[in-house]
Each structure stands twice: as structure tokens, then as C-alpha cells.
T-cell receptor, first 117, second 113 residues
Framework: AQTVTQSQPEMSVQEAETVTLSCTYD???????LFWYKQPPSRQMILVIR??????QNATENRFSVNFQKAAKSFSLKISDSQLGDAAMYFC??????????????FGQGTILTVHP | DTEVTQTPKHLVMGMTNKKSLKCEQH?????MYWYKQKAKKPPELMFV???????INESVPSRFSPECPNSSLLNLHLHALQPEDSALYLC????????????FGSGTRLTVV
């Protein structure tokens, strides 16, 4: 079974600064997908960024980027130029590729990010 | 339409009540999911429907009964719940094997009294 570990229950950052959230995972599969989701107090889970395991290039979405280290099974999220609206619970998630027409997401325990003005 | 709509947003029910949660999407997604989420915890998968057929039941108690009447609609019927079932219930949908196709609704906050 796959597991996802987020070792930082809480993190804080000053507005306009950079913060990195950590995530490690364990799997015996070679092909899979990794995600970072954001869940603000409004409760909706919002996809921040995704990474396909077969791609060596790290994914980037505007101020959000990942450091994907496949051999180390590490998938950290870097948020640059942090904004007050970035404050939320962040979940790292894993999904096997292929096999079925649906995907089961395995989530980490989450990291609460606080942004200070 | 790029949303998953869940109703109601809040629900308070007694332990002897019967109620239903509703989830709707019109994105053509063929996989739909129910998740249960306790405060400050990750979502826990309950059920997966793929092409309107139940594909995964994560050993959920029978007091939760899912239903997928068509490809756009997913219901969760609730009966004889316990206070520990109080949680946020999230619905999601996905394109299936394509990555990143998950879209979540904003959830139903359920309180069992």
C-alpha cells in the first residue's frame, strides 16, 4: 500500500517571502501521479499543482513549484512571494497511474500554512 | 461548467433520521467519489463510482448508502447515523485515468445529534 507523509503539521511565512512544504511517499510502483491540494477555510479542495512521475522536469504553476526527487521519494512544494490568500491546509496526495478508469487518492496528514502580513 | 455542486452545505440530523446528500457535476467526468473528512485531518475515501457502477467501497458501514442514478449525479443516503459520523462529506469527480482531473465540491458539513 502507498503511504504519504507530511512531517510539518504547521508552517508560517511572512507575506512576500518563500516557504517550502515537505512531502515524502512510499510506493513500489514506477508510474504514478503526485498532487498538492489546498484547502482554505471555505473547505473546497483546490488543486495547486501536479506531477507525473515519468517526467523529470519539476512542475511549475505561477508562484508554485515542486522539487520532485523520484529516487528519494520526495515531493516538496515551494510557494514564492507568499500572499495572504495562500493561508490554508495543504495536502500532498498520491495516485497510481493506469490500471483502472478511476483513481484512488492517498493523502498525507496535511500542513497548516499561516501567512503573516 | 467546471464545478462539482454539493447540497446541502450544512445538515443537522438526529440519530433516527433519514437524509440524503447530493452531488452533481456536468463536466462529463465518469468517476465520482465520496470522501469523509474530520477536522484538521485528510479526506478518507468512502466510495468510488466508475461509469455509474460502484467500484470501491472502503468497508463503510451500511448506514451510509451511495447511489449513482446517472453519470452526473451522486447521492449519499444516510440512516441511523451516530454522533461520530459528524464530519465534512466531500464529493469529487475525475476524468478517470487522466491525471489531475479531480474536481472537489465544497462539501456538506454534517452534524449528528
Amino acid at each position: 500500500a502507498q503511504t504519504v507523509t507530511q512531517s510539518q503539521p504547521e508552517m508560517s511565512v511572512q507575506e512576500a517571502e518563500t516557504v517550502t512544504l515537505s512531502c515524502t511517499y512510499d510506493t513500489s510502483e514506477s508510474d504514478y501521479y503526485l498532487f498538492w491540494y489546498k484547502q482554505p477555510p471555505s473547505r473546497q479542495m483546490i488543486l495547486v499543482i501536479r506531477q507525473e512521475a515519468y517526467k523529470q522536469q519539476n512542475a511549475t504553476e505561477n508562484r508554485f513549484s515542486v522539487n520532485f526527487q523520484k529516487a528519494a521519494k520526495s515531493f516538496s512544494l515551494k510557494i514564492s512571494d507568499s500572499q495572504l490568500g495562500d493561508a490554508a491546509m495543504y495536502f500532498c496526495a498520491y495516485r497510481n497511474a493506469g490500471g483502472t478508469s478511476y483513481g484512488k487518492l492517498t493523502f498525507g496528514q496535511g500542513t497548516i500554512l499561516t501567512v503573516h502580513p | 461548467d467546471t464545478e462539482v455542486t454539493q447540497t446541502p452545505k450544512h445538515l443537522v440530523m438526529g440519530m433516527t433520521n433519514k437524509k440524503s446528500l447530493k452531488c452533481e457535476q456536468h463536466m462529463g467526468h465518469r468517476a465520482m467519489y465520496w470522501y469523509k473528512q474530520k477536522a484538521k485531518k485528510p479526506p478518507e475515501l468512502m466510495f468510488v463510482y466508475s461509469y455509474e457502477k460502484l467500484s470501491i467501497n472502503e468497508s463503510v458501514p451500511s448506514r451510509f448508502s451511495p447511489e449513482c442514478p446517472n453519470s452526473s449525479l451522486l447521492n449519499l443516503h444516510l440512516h441511523a447515523l451516530q454522533p461520530e459520523d459528524s464530519a465534512l462529506y466531500l464529493c469529487a469527480s475525475s476524468l478517470g485515468i487522466l491525471p489531475g482531473g479531480y474536481t472537489f465540491g465544497s462539501g456538506t458539513r454534517l452534524t449528528v445529534v
